[in-house]
Structure formats: C-alpha cells, structure tokens
C-alpha cells in the first residue's frame, strides 16, 4: 500500500512553464486524502518557492527543498544538513577563478544570495527557484554556513566543471543534475538521504513509497522507492534505474499516475 509519494519539481512534477494543472491537482489532493497519502515535493527550489507555487495547499506538505538538504512541514524546519562557511566559500572562491561566465547561488537559512553584477536575465532565472534573494558584491560578506550552492551555466559546461571540483568530493555531496546545473551540498546529503530521514519520521518502508524524477540527482531518490517512475523525458540513466517510465512532464505525468495507481488502492 503506498502511503508516500515523492516528486521532483523542474522537468517532473511541473510543466516546461514552471507550472502545473491546478484543476488536476483538486483530483490528486482529494485521492490522497481518501487514501491516506502524504506529498512530498523534493526539488533544488528553496522550501518557500515551493509554499508560493503551492499557495493554501503547502500546508499539508513535506517540502524537501534546498536540493534536499532541509525538510519543511506546516511552516516549520525539521531537518536540515548545513556546509560550513569556510567550506562553503573555499568552493565559491574555485567557481569564480574557474569560470565568471556561470551564476553562483550561494543559500544560507536566510536565503539566497547572488552577485550584484549578475545580468536580469541570470537573476530572473534564480527568482524562479528562490523567494528570498539577496545581492551581494562579494560573496564573502556571507558570515553563515551554507544551506547548498548552486551554479547555473547557460553554456552547459556543468559536467566539466564538476570535475575541477574533484579535491571537495569528499567533503561535500556535488552533483550535475544536467549540463546547465550544479547542486553542492554538505557530504553524504542528497535525495536518497533525505528521503530515509523522512521515511523514518513518518514510519514508511520504500515499499509503502513512490518517487519521480528526470535527472540525474535523481538517481539515489528513485533507490528510496519500490514505486520508482522517471518521466518520459528523463535522462537515460534514470529510466534505466526506474521500476517504471510514465508520461512526460508536460503530460501531467506526476498526477495522472498518482490517480491511476491509487485509484486501485483501498481508503486509509
């Protein structure tokens, strides 16, 4: 009986806009009330980008966010795995001599924070992933430790860059979902962890779980699921690692497979 399912955002759950059926998204809500099942949004987006695109129904989620290094319930933390500053920067001063070109996000508990000289193209894009943004002329004006770091290259060069990052893979958790996106997390932090913290919060097994996703930080989420689905449009290998391939995110993919699967399944 599957009493938790999990969704990555971008490239999954939401449409090629950045959105999602709300109409449908009324029926998916409904048949998991009926059943019993909880939503789990587990995405790169910072926790209150997630309650924005939600509205009224983030309420009854849990939001793993910040590329899953935090676990957000009804408003509150209750998990969260951080980089120490010194760490965190020593990365961020190797991005900047690697390349000026990329956009570096570097997110603290307090938000994101980006360069004052990033382009409004550049920072449109990180508004659509984070509520909370900040500007700063140096990134060493950021005293906290760091939720994550991400890196946003519109040449597509994130696989290479990852590689110059080598001397960090122990210390931190690095991935390339695509060739436009780097997320650096606090070592050992990814989907796949974070999915077991919460699995053991709410007492569900993989077998009671199903996931979703399309890239490659996605790998270690679909392990954490018997009910594993990449979208059609996912990278290979993560259809070849899924139990099973559904639609594509902009067919609605996430929920019309929800319906299906719990449509079978008895009430709670």
Known sequence: ?????????????????????????????????????????????????????????????????????????????????LLSNKLGLEMIELLEEISLDHTIIACTRSGAVIK??????????????????????????????????TIHDPALRCFETREK????????YIVASDAAWIDIANANVHKGTTVEH?????????????????????????VRATYSFAVRNAVQELKDAANYITRSNEEDAVMKTIIQLLTLQGNK
Not at 165 to 172: N, P
Not at 204 to 215: I, K, L, N, Y
């Open 1 to 81: 009986m599957i009493k938790l399912v999990l969704t990555d955002m971008d490239g999954t759950f939401l449409n090629n806009n950045g959105d999602f059926n709300k109409d449908l998204y009324t029926d998916v809500k409904k048949i998991m009330k009926e059943k019993g099942v909880v939503l789990a949004p587990i995405t790169g987006k910072q926790c209150e980008r997630v309650e924005e695109l939600f509205g009224d129904d983030a309420k009854d989620l849990w939001i793993l966010g910040d590329s899953a290094t935090r676990i957000k319930h009804n408003g509150e933390f209750v998990y969260e795995s």
């Open 116 to 149: 004052e000289t990033l382009s409004p193209e550049e920072a449109a894009i990180v508004r659509r992933s984070y509520a909370q943004v900040r500007q700063v002329g140096d990134f060493r004006e950021i005293t906290e430790d760091f939720v994550k770091i």
């Open 165 to 172: 990052l080598s001397r960090f893979f122990e210390s931190a």
């Open 198 to 222: 919460l699995q053991r919060l709410l007492n569900v097994t993989p077998e009671e779980t199903m996931a979703f996703g399309d890239g490659y930080n996605d790998l270690e989420l679909i």
